[in-house]
């Protein structure tokens, strides 16, 4: 099975950066997948590490170390819509489909 | 709207009743998977489709639980016998048929079921 630890909430001002760490535990995985969600919305797809090292896309990058059982997403220039859930998932090799969720980080942007 | 759409958004239900929520997945996503996410929580994996085929269940999933792809196109999820502790936010979601198709899953608005 897979087990994943985050931060629970994490504030920062706008124009900040935050990183969001991920630690995990699985005996095997495809990869490290980031999730944000915004309060009553669905969780939307932001970014997928199979390999180790760093992934950008725009304002937001992850990062994986598979070595160190780790992994980060960094959001820069924060913005006020950046408020939101933001999660850590990984899939099995055991696994067709199941997507293993963290608990989530909140992360809040003040003014 | 191309997205994956659920149905009903919300359902308010006497434990004890039996409820069925339906999924309808971007059309050219051959992969179908059901969540439950609770407050505070991260989406917990209940079951995963691909075409009709119902690939993965979680061993979490009580026998209240079931869930059909009958044509590969649309997915209905049934509880039979809600319990208070069933309340919760279920989501759908779908893939497509790549290589690695299921890393990226898009996910529809879920529909949000509270039992009395």
């Known amino acids: 099975g897979q087990s994943l630890e985050q931060p629970s909430e994490v504030t920062a001002v706008e124009g900040a950066i935050v990183q969001i760490n991920c630690t995990y535990q699985t005996s095997g995985f495809y990869g490290l997948s980031w999730y944000q969600q915004h309060d009553g919305g669905a969780p939307t797809f932001l970014s997928y590490?199979?390999?180790?090292g760093l992934e950008e896309t725009g304002r937001f990058s992850s990062f994986l170390s598979r070595s160190d059982s780790y992994g980060y997403l960094l959001l820069q220039e924060l913005q006020m819509k950046d408020s939101a859930s933001y999660f850590c998932a990984v899939r099995g090799t055991d696994s067709w489909g199941k997507l293993q969720f963290g608990a989530g980080t909140q992360v809040v942007v003040t003014p | 709207d191309t997205g994956v759409s659920q149905d009903p958004r919300h359902k308010i239900t006497k434990r004890g009743q039996n409820v069925t929520f339906r999924c309808d997945p971007i059309?050219?996503?051959?992969?179908l998977y059901w969540y439950r996410q609770t407050l505070g929580q991260g989406p917990e994996f209940l079951t995963y489709?691909?075409?009709?085929?119902?690939?993965?269940k979680s061993r979490l999933l009580s026998d209240r639980f079931s869930a059909e792809r009958p044509k590969g196109s649309f997915s209905t999820l049934e509880i039979q016998r809600t319990e208070q502790g069933d309340s919760a936010m279920y989501l759908c979601?779908?893939?497509?048929?790549?290589?690695?198709?299921?890393?990226?899953?898009?996910f529809g608005p879920g529909t949000r079921l509270t039992v009395l």
């Open positions: 059309s050219e996503h051959n992969r």
């Open positions: 590490n199979a390999l180790d």
């Open positions: 979601a779908s893939s497509p048929p790549v290589s690695g198709g299921a890393n990226e899953q898009f």
């Open positions: 489709f691909q075409n009709e085929a119902q690939l993965e």
